[in-house]
Every structure is written in structure tokens, then in C-alpha cells.
């Protein structure tokens, strides 16, 4: 079992930058890719970002790419998501998830609130 702990949103202006991290509980934390998913108000959950076991290969979704940044250090069994640029179609409850490499994660956080207001 790994579990997972989001910190860091907050309310902020459009335009404006801001850091969410994740820790997770288990010091194998290195064996699973690690994800970030958000879900605004009256939609779902979509994909946000991903990044590999060793932090060398990373994927985005369209609507982040460029704004977002997704890294993570081993050593402190932590995953960050730096977001640049804002935007209020941003606003959403940020999910931190681990999985595999086949796309199938199996931990999800409890989530933290990010608003961006306009």
C-alpha cells in the first residue's frame, strides 16, 4: 500500500504560478510512474501529467503543455507539479496517483484544491 499526500494549492490570479507536491509513504517509491489528474466542478477526472520511474521521460496533456511542469525526486519520495501561466479553466481538485508503466495506476491521493480566479 502507498499513500499518497497533496499539498500545496491554494487561490490565486490568472496568470500567476504555483507548486503542488505529493509525498508518498513508501520507500519504493522509485518503482512506480507517477501521475497528476485533476476534476473540475460537474466533470471528470481527466489526465494531467506523468512522469517516468527515474524522472527522465514526462507527458502532458494539450491543455498544460508548456505551462506545466511535472518532476519528481526519489530521494524524498516526492512528485512536484510547478504551474505556470494559470489559467481559471485550471480551477480544480489536483490528484496525485502511482502506477505502472502500462498506464494503470493503483494509488490516488486525497487531493487539493487549486482555484484560479480571473
Known amino acids: 500500500q502507498v499513500q499518497l499526500v497533496e499539498s500545496g494549492g491554494g487561490l490565486v490570479q490568472a496568470g500567476d504560478s504555483l507548486r503542488v507536491s505529493c509525498a508518498a509513504s513508501r520507500r519504493t517509491f522509485s518503482n512506480y510512474v507517477m501521475g497528476w489528474f485533476r476534476q473540475a466542478p460537474g466533470k471528470e477526472r481527466e489526465f494531467v501529467a506523468r512522469?517516468?520511474?527515474?524522472?527522465?521521460?514526462?507527458y502532458y496533456a494539450d491543455s498544460v503543455k508548456g505551462r506545466f511542469t511535472i518532476s519528481r525526486d526519489n530521494a524524498k519520495n516526492t512528485v512536484y507539479l510547478q504551474m505556470n501561466s494559470l489559467k481559471p479553466e485550471d480551477t480544480a481538485v489536483y490528484y496525485c496517483?502511482?502506477?505502472?508503466?502500462?498506464?494503470?495506476?493503483?494509488?490516488w491521493g486525497q487531493g487539493t484544491q487549486v482555484t484560479v480566479s480571473s
Open positions: 496517483t502511482a502506477g505502472g508503466a502500462g498506464g494503470d495506476y493503483y494509488y
Open positions: 512522469i517516468s520511474r527515474s524522472g527522465d521521460s514526462t
